[in-house]
């Protein structure tokens, strides 16, 4: 339903709703593409009726939603796969996924077998880390916010149970922290 402002010319307006249904893609897109899209724009349309200009402004339009198709399909989730010696320095910015929390992560994929012991370790001088372990179900298996260390790095310890492609996902603790990190993931050998 589109709520639509119709001017009548003489600083009249009258609200009217429109029926109106978006695409099935647009509505299956992630909740963070839609934050990022702005729907508040309007579209003129200029018509004569009844000898009366009249101009409706909807607040949304298909014109947005063919929009918000081309943003989700240029911004569409992605993580980095992890290099194959599994450790990546690289920096953390508001063009991150929003966490919807003030803050921003960053997400690498990679790729774990069944009865692995492995160790995530998160260094930052620039912000809080915070590192989480997310399974292929999309749940998440382990989360540590500060190390043994006493320092605001993170360090994970877990064993994998099911074989398949793991997100390690870095962000920081509370709003706004960005900057550069080092992440490495390391695979235990068995004694």
Request: charged residues 15%.
């Amino acid at each position: 339903m589109l709520d639509c402002h119709l001017y009548h010319g003489d600083h009249q307006w009258q609200t009217s709703k429109i029926n109106f249904s978006f695409p099935r893609f647009l509505l299956s897109l992630p909740e963070i593409l839609w934050s990022r899209l702005s729907y508040r724009f309007f579209m003129v349309k200029s018509f004569m009726l009844n000898l009366r200009r009249v101009s409706i402004l909807p607040a949304t339009a298909l014109a947005i939603a063919m929009s918000a198709a081309s943003v989700g399909a240029q911004n569409m989730y992605n993580p980095i796969q992890l290099p194959s010696n599994n450790e990546i320095t690289d920096t953390l910015s508001e063009q991150d996924i929003p966490t919807g929390q003030g803050g921003f992560a960053r997400d690498y994929i990679v790729s774990l077998q069944t009865g692995d012991q492995i160790v995530i370790d998160l260094l930052s001088d620039s912000f809080d880390t915070i590192v989480t372990l997310i399974g292929p179900n999309g749940m998440t298996m382990a989360e540590n916010d500060d190390g043994p260390d006493g320092t605001t790095n993170s360090l994970l310890f877990a064993r994998i149970t099911e074989g398949g492609n793991y997100i390690v996902r870095v962000r920081a603790f509370g709003e706004g922290g960005t900057g550069s990190f080092n992440l490495k993931v390391t695979r235990l050998r068995p004694i």
